[in-house]
Nanobody, 123 residues
Framework: EVQLVESGGGFVQAGGSLRLSCAAS????????IGWFRQAPGKEREGVSC????????YFADSLKGRFTISSDNAKNTVYLQMNSLKPEDTAVYYC????????????????WGQGTQVTVSS
């Protein structure tokens, strides 16, 4: 059974940083795109970033470029999302997802999801 487990969320003041991790198991890591999404209360789930494990290509939501970076450690089947200069509007539950698809694909077509990790940024 494929499992995605997120960690690293928490409470941080505006301007601070967090690094989220997504550990995947029972999944041929190199075949999949791994994406990060977030959902704030009352808002639709939105794409944050994505990395193609096979070639390392990356995708970022335009509003987040320059503040967030994504990387992968294929030996550990883990993808990291480094979030810097955090803002209160970054507050959300962050999910990682895996799919046999292209980065940038809409959230509802991804195959596997983690349980989410809460990120709260105070002003």
């Amino acid at each position: 059974e494929v499992q995605l487990v997120e960690s690293g969320g928490g409470f941080v003041q505006a301007g601070g940083s967090l690094r989220l991790s997504c550990a995947a198991s029972e999944l041929t890591f190199d075949d999949y795109a791994i994406g990060w999404f977030r959902q704030a209360p009352g808002k639709e789930r939105e794409g944050v970033s994505c990395i193609s494990s096979s070639d390392g290509s990356t995708y970022f939501a335009d509003s987040l470029k320059g503040r967030f970076t994504i990387s992968s450690d294929n030996a550990k089947n883990t993808v990291y999302l480094q979030m810097n200069s955090l803002k209160p509007e970054d507050t959300a539950v962050y999910y990682c997802a895996a799919g046999l698809l292209l980065c940038g694909s809409s959230w509802w077509v991804w195959d596997y999801w983690g349980q989410g990790t809460q990120v709260t940024v105070s002003s």
